[in-house]
């Protein structure tokens, strides 16, 4: 599936852009079965958590995040609930910031894609052993209101060790830096993680609300050093666990929704216990060597 050529690229810089490795009509799925299952979904009837990535984030105080590794759970934007009422802003088509993490368990478009030929020669060529799918998201950016994702590397999130992660972000329409595309650090899946996102450790603090916490410290980046990737509908980023990667705000009137999910080594490597994700059920294969 990869050239030499493609692999030493990734192996350089950290992350690789794969062509079209998915097909337009793939987009159309997964969008369509994304839109099926907000058409279900009742937020009247459902904890309304929202998603950011700033240092006060309301998903680690919230159970309906810490239990969503199993679930199809819907994340909304910060400014997406009036509070005062715990009510929609607006539609809630246009209030979504993330859907999230078993959609390649649970649901059959995402699964075929997630396991599908093109994914397991890609992961043999990487060298992995016992891949599995940890979890995986549905991405929004919405138009205007698509909140920036702050630089952070994946391995903050998803530990192991010894540590062997990748991310595989999926375009299902153009990315570009006009709606939020990624940018990259090239060169700084060298850098190790010295931060880590956990379950707390302390009962206390836990029950009380403070349920997944940061240890470890705070990188700095300097934004000169970020280059945009954009991608067209159907192209693909292969992102190193250690890689730096970011996407800012969406300004622009038109949506930049993507499909990622994320593939962990589980070959003489272990998923690590503190992570915030966990789940009651192994992480599925995508082969077994």
């Known amino acids: 599936m990869l050239t030499q050529e493609q692999i030493q690229s990734f192996e350089k810089n950290g992350y690789l852009v794969v062509k079209?490795?998915?097909?337009?009509?793939?987009?159309a799925k997964l969008k369509k079965s994304v839109e099926k299952l907000i058409d279900a979904w009742d937020p009247q009837n459902d904890t309304l958590c929202t998603?950011?990535?700033?240092?006060?984030r309301?998903?680690?105080?919230?159970r309906y995040f810490l239990e969503s590794g199993d679930r199809i759970s819907f994340f909304l934007e910060e400014n997406a609930v009036d509070r005062k009422t715990n009510k929609l802003n607006s539609d809630?088509?246009?209030?979504?910031?993330?859907?999230?993490?078993?959609?390649?368990?649970?649901?059959?478009?995402?699964?075929?894609?997630?396991?599908?030929?093109?994914?397991?020669?890609?992961?043999?060529?990487?060298?992995?052993?016992?891949?599995?799918?940890?979890?995986?998201?549905?991405?929004?950016?919405?138009?205007?209101?698509?909140?920036?994702?702050?630089?952070?590397q994946d391995g903050t999130f998803l530990f192991n060790n010894p540590l062997k992660i990748m991310g595989v972000w999926i375009a299902?329409?153009?990315?570009?830096?006009?709606?939020?595309?990624?940018?990259?650090?090239p060169g700084s899946h060298k850098r190790p993680i010295n931060r880590r996102y956990i379950r707390n450790p302390n009962e206390q603090e836990f029950n009380e609300g403070k349920m997944l916490i940061f240890k470890?410290?705070?990188?700095?980046?300097?934004?000169?050093?970020?280059?945009?990737?954009?991608?067209?509908?159907?192209?693909?980023?292969?992102?190193?666990?250690?890689?730096?990667?970011?996407?800012?705000?969406?300004?622009?009137?038109?949506?930049?929704?993507?499909?990622t999910f994320h593939i962990i080594e589980t070959d003489n490597s272990e998923y690590s216990k503190e992570n915030w994700l966990q789940t009651k059920e192994p992480f599925p294969l995508i082969y077994d060597a």
């Open 92 to 152: 809630k088509h246009h209030s979504l910031n993330k859907i999230g993490h078993a959609l390649h368990v649970l649901e059959p478009q995402f699964k075929k894609v997630s396991f599908s030929d093109k994914i397991k020669a890609i992961v043999r060529d990487l060298n992995y052993v016992k891949p599995a799918i940890c979890q995986s998201m549905y991405i929004f950016k919405q138009p205007y209101i698509g909140a920036k994702v702050v630089p952070h």
């Open 216 to 259: 470890g410290t705070e990188d700095q980046y300097d934004d000169k050093d970020f280059v945009p990737v954009e991608i067209e509908a159907g192209d693909g980023i292969l992102i190193h666990g250690q890689a730096v990667h970011k996407s800012e705000q969406n300004t622009s009137p038109i949506s930049r929704q993507i499909y």
């Open 51 to 56: 998603f950011g990535t700033g240092d006060d």
């Open 172 to 185: 299902l329409e153009d990315a570009t830096i006009k709606n939020g595309c990624l940018w990259f650090i």
């Open 58 to 62: 309301e998903q680690s105080r919230n």
């Open 20 to 27: 079209q490795l998915v097909t337009h009509d793939d987009c």
